[in-house]
Every structure is written in C-alpha cells, then in structure tokens.
C-alpha cells in the first residue's frame, strides 16, 4: 500500500513540475504541496485500517478533482506544455473521472471547491458532444442533490 501512495505522489509530482513556468524552484510552495499529499495519504491509510471505504472514496476524489482542475489551470494559462498526446491523455483520464463520478454522485459535493474545479477541468477536456450530454447530467443530478440537501436541512 506504501508503494501505491508513493507512486501516486510521484506521479502527481511530475505532472505538477510540468506546469512550472518559473525556473528557480519554489520550496515553499513544494513543502506545502507535500504536507497537504502525505495528510491526505495519512487520512487514507487511517481510513483503510478503519474500513471505511466510504471515507477513502471520498478523499481520492477530492485528490482526483484537484488534479483535473490543475490540469485545466494550466492548459487555460499556458503554464505547461499541453502536448496533443498530453491533451489526449487527459481526455482519456476526463472520461474516466465522468464514468466513476455518474457512477458514485453521492462522492461529489458541489459545495467543496475541489469539486467544482475538477467540473470545470472536465468541462476543459471534454468537448465531444456525447461527452458533453454526459457531462449536463451529471451537472445536472448533482444540482438535484444538493438541493436536496437543502431542503432536507430547512426546518
């Protein structure tokens, strides 16, 4: 499992060094980069050793969310170089992120920042009609829920 997460954090790394446009290093912003990663490893692993998958689901797509909204960040400010083959890779990644979040919208809270930057990075990435019709659903059922939401929190 440590050699996931390490993985993982290595992988979120080089992506993230790639959107670099300053070519002195900035540690500060690598530290906190690395503090937030390992807390959100901790509370994953914690997670796990709880058997709350529930909970684990629900910080991976927050992590998820994030990347594909610092994906966007990027392509929109020319921060990185966005390749044809990278911007194919992440519309291949942007597909599967809409699968998984149509098949758990219950993981994917509007109200949370992360969230609705991963919405806006899909909406980036995915411009194909049918991906885009997906995409309104989606949009769509998860405006439901948190009206929902409301609703049931109004006396």
């Not at 291949?92 to 993981?107: C, G, N």
């Not at 969230?115 to 806006?120: E, I, L, S, T």
């Amino acid at each position: 499992m440590r050699s996931l997460a390490i993985l993982f954090l290595g992988i979120t790394a080089a992506l993230l060094s790639g959107c670099s446009t300053t070519p002195k290093p900035n540690y500060h912003q690598a530290f906190e980069f690395d503090i937030g990663e390992a807390h959100a490893s901790l509370e994953i692993l914690k997670s796990l050793d709880a058997g709350n998958t529930n909970r684990v689901r629900k910080i991976a797509m927050l992590r998820v969310c994030d990347d594909m909204g610092f994906a966007r960040f990027c392509g929109v400010h020319g921060l990185g170089p966005l390749t044809p083959d990278y911007k194919q890779e992440w519309i291949k990644t942007a597909r599967q992120i809409l699968d998984y979040m149509r098949r758990h919208p219950d993981e994917c809270d509007l109200r949370l920042a992360s969230v609705q930057a991963g919405m806006r990075g899909l909406k980036y990435f995915l411009t194909d009609p049918a991906d885009v019709h997906q995409l309104d659903e989606l949009s769509e059922q998860l405006k439901q829920m948190e009206k929902k939401r409301l609703d049931t929190k109004t006396p």
